[in-house]
Protein backbone atom coordinates (compact mmCIF):
# COMPACT_ATOMS: atom_id res chain seq x y z
CA UNK A 1 0.00 0.00 0.00
CA UNK A 2 1.45 2.92 -0.86
CA UNK A 3 0.49 6.97 0.79
CA UNK A 4 0.58 10.23 -0.40
CA UNK A 5 3.05 11.96 0.82
CA UNK A 6 0.93 15.30 1.05
CA UNK A 7 -1.25 13.78 3.85
CA UNK A 8 1.60 13.15 6.48
CA UNK A 9 0.64 15.51 9.17
CA UNK A 10 4.17 17.00 9.65
CA UNK A 11 3.58 20.37 11.34
CA UNK A 12 6.00 23.37 11.14
CA UNK A 13 9.74 21.71 10.85
CA UNK A 14 8.88 17.83 11.28
CA UNK A 15 9.52 16.81 7.45
CA UNK A 16 12.77 19.08 7.95
CA UNK A 17 13.90 17.53 10.81
CA UNK A 18 13.24 13.98 9.44
CA UNK A 19 14.99 14.61 6.15
CA UNK A 20 18.24 16.39 8.41
CA UNK A 21 18.32 13.75 10.70
CA UNK A 22 16.98 10.29 9.81
CA UNK A 23 16.39 9.82 5.62
CA UNK A 24 19.27 7.95 5.03
CA UNK A 25 21.50 8.51 1.65
CA UNK A 26 19.92 6.87 -1.24
CA UNK A 27 21.90 6.73 -4.83
CA UNK A 28 22.36 10.87 -4.62
CA UNK A 29 19.85 11.76 -2.72
CA UNK A 30 17.81 10.48 0.68
CA UNK A 31 14.94 8.59 1.28
CA UNK A 32 11.51 9.94 2.13
CA UNK A 33 9.15 8.97 4.81
CA UNK A 34 7.66 5.99 3.19
CA UNK A 35 10.89 4.37 2.69
CA UNK A 36 11.69 4.96 5.71
CA UNK A 37 8.97 3.25 7.14
CA UNK A 38 9.65 0.09 4.75
CA UNK A 39 13.17 -0.44 5.90
CA UNK A 40 12.41 -0.30 9.58
CA UNK A 41 9.81 -2.81 9.10
CA UNK A 42 11.45 -5.36 6.98
CA UNK A 43 13.97 -4.91 9.16
CA UNK A 44 12.52 -5.62 12.59
CA UNK A 45 11.30 -8.72 10.50
CA UNK A 46 14.77 -9.67 9.66
CA UNK A 47 17.66 -8.00 12.12
CA UNK A 48 15.11 -7.86 15.21
CA UNK A 49 13.28 -11.35 14.46
CA UNK A 50 10.03 -9.62 15.45
CA UNK A 51 8.21 -12.15 12.97
CA UNK A 52 4.98 -9.38 12.14
CA UNK A 53 3.03 -11.12 10.05
CA UNK A 54 1.01 -9.13 7.09
CA UNK A 55 -1.27 -7.41 8.73
CA UNK A 56 0.90 -6.72 11.55
CA UNK A 57 2.91 -5.13 8.82
CA UNK A 58 0.04 -3.24 7.28
CA UNK A 59 -1.02 -1.61 10.79
CA UNK A 60 2.42 -0.43 11.62
CA UNK A 61 2.84 1.18 8.40
CA UNK A 62 -0.87 3.18 8.64
CA UNK A 63 0.49 4.11 12.51
CA UNK A 64 3.43 5.37 11.41
CA UNK A 65 2.38 7.16 7.79
CA UNK A 66 0.13 8.88 10.26
CA UNK A 67 2.49 9.53 12.91
CA UNK A 68 0.49 8.31 15.14
CA UNK A 69 3.67 6.11 16.66
CA UNK A 70 6.85 5.27 15.70
CA UNK A 71 9.86 3.78 16.36
CA UNK A 72 12.96 5.30 18.65
CA UNK A 73 15.00 7.54 16.74
CA UNK A 74 18.15 5.71 16.67
CA UNK A 75 16.20 3.19 14.98
CA UNK A 76 14.46 5.55 12.34
CA UNK A 77 18.34 6.03 11.29
CA UNK A 78 19.74 2.90 11.90
CA UNK A 79 17.58 -0.13 11.00
CA UNK A 80 18.09 -1.95 7.98
CA UNK A 81 21.58 -0.64 7.80
CA UNK A 82 24.74 -2.92 7.79
CA UNK A 83 26.16 -1.65 11.17
CA UNK A 84 22.61 -3.58 13.02
CA UNK A 85 23.96 -6.25 11.16
CA UNK A 86 27.59 -6.05 12.40
CA UNK A 87 26.92 -5.08 15.82
CA UNK A 88 23.34 -5.76 16.80
Same mark, same amino acid.
Given at each position: ????? +? %???? !? +? *???? &?????? /? $?? *??? $????? +??? *??? *?????? =?? #???? %??E???? @????????? =? !? &?? /?? $? %? #?W? #?G &??T? @? =? #? !?
Amino acid at each position: MSYNP +E %FIPW !G +E *VGYA &TYKRTY /A $RP *VKG $RTEEW +EET *VDR *VIQACN =KQ #LKCD %FNEKDQQ @DIKRMMMQL =K !G &TV /AG $R %F #LWQ #LG &TKTV @D =K #L !G
